[in-house]
């Protein structure tokens, strides 16, 4: 399990990201570059991240949370992430 | 002017769009491709229906033959209605039974053991179908669930893993491609060409599989939206018992309407946000046409854009350097 820091969640988050969507270069997004508006992720990409989020930083991600305010930037999933941990 | 659901009706136009596609048949599939005919499957749906009555009054019904490719967790609608459809056309039909390929290909295994990562108590004698979210009701993002019925009627729903998720869908998509490569078996000894069944609604939003029922020589209906279908589908002589069946995927063992499984809405409704998104209706004008808010067209645009996207792939022909 990541720590809770949210530079390394940030960094983490921003990684998987660039990886698993093949983002040739990870400084074309920004922070709060919406990834369905820049066609960054498709819904198969928005259930890898969910599960990425839930295996890596020990959470259960409910239905009703599986919404673009949670998901759709780096912002919003480690606003996301930080109030899931408490 | 104001939008209406009336948009992409064809109205008194319907006679002369059947002139027009079956002219353009026989110039395509006796000109162009120098075929002698067309073969297609029957599955007892509007479309297939449409497909073969416009074959038929194109090319005349000994030059189309219909395949019955059911399987195992076919409908019974599917074997009943595709024969109605056959005898009131007249066209010869072959049998083709489809589960052993599929057995053989390991399309239910794969399946149902993708499906036991999620649920593990999910066995052969189970039955099962994907599902979405509601587009009206949220802004939740459009991802599948299973749902698992046991011999005893108790349904589980389970959200799925990527992997699982994945697989259940390769395997599935073994349904599709299978018929296909049936079809064009039969279009080879004919020297026949393959006709495909998608209308605008599928074709433009990817609801096909590639290379399965999204394979074709030639697509007949698909520049017109589903409504304009049916209006074909009357015009044509097409049987009411096909033309007031719901759509269905008829892919997945349980019922399965299209609006859970992949569209937003139903099909009417669908066609009319299809062509407002295209000609830059705005949501609000087309929510107030349908009776919705603005806030749920502008979901179910996004939605349209998505999976616009993800259909560049299926649409793609193979690359070349």
């Not at chain 2, 799925?160 to 599709?176: E, G, R, S």
Request: contains cysteine; proline residues 4%; negative net charge.
């Amino acid at each position: 399990m990541s720590t809770s820091n949210p530079d390394d969640v940030r960094a983490k988050l921003r990684a998987f990201v660039a990886k698993n969507f093949y983002l040739a270069d990870p400084t074309s997004f920004d922070d709060k570059t919406s990834f369905l508006d820049r066609g960054i992720i498709d819904s198969t990409g928005v259930l890898e991240l969910v599960t990425f989020v839930e295996t890596e930083y020990a959470l259960t991600v409910a239905d009703d949370e599986m919404v673009p305010q949670n998901f759709d930037s780096i912002d919003a999933l480690v606003a996301f992430v930080a109030k899931k941990r408490g | 002017m104001t939008f209406s659901l009336d948009v992409v009706r064809l109205g008194s136009r319907a006679g002369a769009e059947i002139d027009r596609i079956c002219a353009w048949l026989v110039e395509s599939v006796r000109g162009t491709m120098k075929r002698r005919g067309l073969v297609l499957g029957l599955s007892g749906g509007i479309d297939s229906s449409v497909v073969a009555a416009l074959a038929v009054r194109a090319l005349g019904k000994d030059a189309v033959l219909g395949l019955f490719m059911n399987e195992g967790e076919s409908s019974d609608d599917t074997v009943q209605l595709g024969r109605l459809i056959a005898s009131s056309l007249g066209v010869a039909t072959v049998d083709e039974n489809i589960s052993p390929m599929l057995e053989a290909a390991g399309c239910y295994a794969r399946r149902d053991a993708a499906i036991r990562e999620v649920i593990p108590r999910y066995a052969a004698d189970w039955k099962c179908k994907l599902v979405l979210p509601s587009v009206l009701a949220s802004d939740r993002y459009r991802i599948y669930s299973i749902v698992a019925r046991s011999p005893t009627g108790e349904d589980t729903t389970a959200r799925l893993t990527p992997a699982a998720y994945l697989t259940i869908v390769a395997a599935t998509n073994f349904k599709q491609r299978t018929r296909k490569m049936l079809e064009y078996f039969h279009a080879d000894r004919l020297v026949y060409a393959v006709a495909g069944t998608p209308n605008l609604l599928e074709y433009d939003q990817g609801f096909f599989v590639k290379n399965g029922d999204g394979a074709a020589d030639i697509k007949p209906i698909a520049h017109l939206y589903k409504t304009q279908v049916y209006e074909l589908a009357a015009a044509l002589g097409v049987p009411e018992t096909i033309r007031a069946r719901p759509p269905t995927t008829d892919t997945y063992s349980l019922p399965q309407s299209q609006e859970e499984f992949y569209f937003s809405l139903p099909y009417d409704r669908m066609d009319a946000c299809l062509y407002a998104r295209h000609h830059g209706v705005s949501a609000a004008d087309c929510a107030a046409a349908l009776g919705l808010q603005t806030d749920q067209i502008e979901r179910v645009y996004r939605d349209i854009d998505a999976k616009r996207a993800v259909a560049k792939y299926l649409h793609a022909p193979p690359m070349l350097l």
